[in-house]
């Protein structure tokens, strides 16, 4: 019985540590440049393509969770920031779209769309 008191909790605590967790949270200003915002014609739902990403056919784009009226950012970041800490810009001004992805998929993000409306988003990325 001692063992398997013993066995059941170290097992639960691995398990607890094995869990990926989020990095940090990133409130990003919406830039007109840089992001479209768009609407899925069959499924309805809308998302934010990154623009200037260039061949492979691939994308990368923020699908909207949920939007916030409420939640006061400390610090907000601009896109071109974001793109400079990923490394995902190439020496031409491209975007290196799974390098962007990368760095994005371990943080929780929002986009600062103006001061009363913020979106909750996640990242995707696509190749055609």
Known sequence: MKYLILYTVFFINTSCFSQERKKDTLF??????????????????????????RGLSASVYFVEKEIYTDINPIKTVDFVEVLNNSKSYHKNGDIKAYNLYLYLETRTL?????????????????IE
């Open 28 to 53: 990003i200003m919406y830039n007109d440049s840089l992001l479209t915002k768009k609407s899925h014609p069959i499924e309805h739902y809308k998302y934010y393509l990154v623009n200037g990403i």
């Open 110 to 126: 929002f986009l600062v769309l103006d001061d009363k409306k913020i979106v909750s988003v996640r990242p995707v990325y696509e």
